[in-house]
């Protein structure tokens, strides 16, 4: 089953500002750097372009925040569990938090390998973000181009 896009869900002005960005590709981004770096926030930012980026806390600053997400080593280990169980006990593997490139696990191996398993809190996030994003496009954009 294809998951709505946030895209195709937001209202104007949102649409038109962030028209460029791909919110559920970020989205995706921040969650799976989020399961490697548990503990550890992970940000959704507007650039000074309008684009949305996944970033850590070294990157934050000059970026507007839209959404913080942070997951605990437990949250880790039931998702991981659900969608992939042979990563679960990597994660006492101090390396899973170094070398491990954002958004990717185990040499490459993405966590949404698991097709089939459609995460109830990832289609939370997408609506939480969706939300966020036409609240600075009404509140901040509007105001700035009055």
């Known amino acids: 089953m294809e998951l709505t896009k946030i895209n195709d869900m937001m209202r104007s002005p949102a649409r038109e500002i962030f028209a460029g960005s791909d919110p559920d590709h970020v989205l995706q981004q921040a969650i799976c750097s989020g399961l490697q770096y548990y503990d550890e926030p992970q940000f959704i930012v507007i650039d000074e372009n309008n684009a949305l980026k996944a970033v850590d806390a070294s990157t934050l600053p000059g970026n507007l925040t839209v959404m ?49 398993v459609e995460s109830v809190s990832y289609v939370g996030l997408q609506d939480i973000l969706m939300r966020n994003l036409e609240h600075i496009a009404e509140s901040w954009y509007t105001k700035l181009t009055k």
């Open 68 to 116: 913080v997400i942070t997951f605990t080593k437990q949250e880790t280990v039931d998702f991981l569990s659900k969608v992939a169980p042979d990563l679960v006990p990597e994660i006492d593997n101090p390396a899973f938090k170094s070398f491990l490139s954002p958004w990717t696990l185990k040499g490459g191996e993405r966590v949404t390998k698991y097709p089939e």
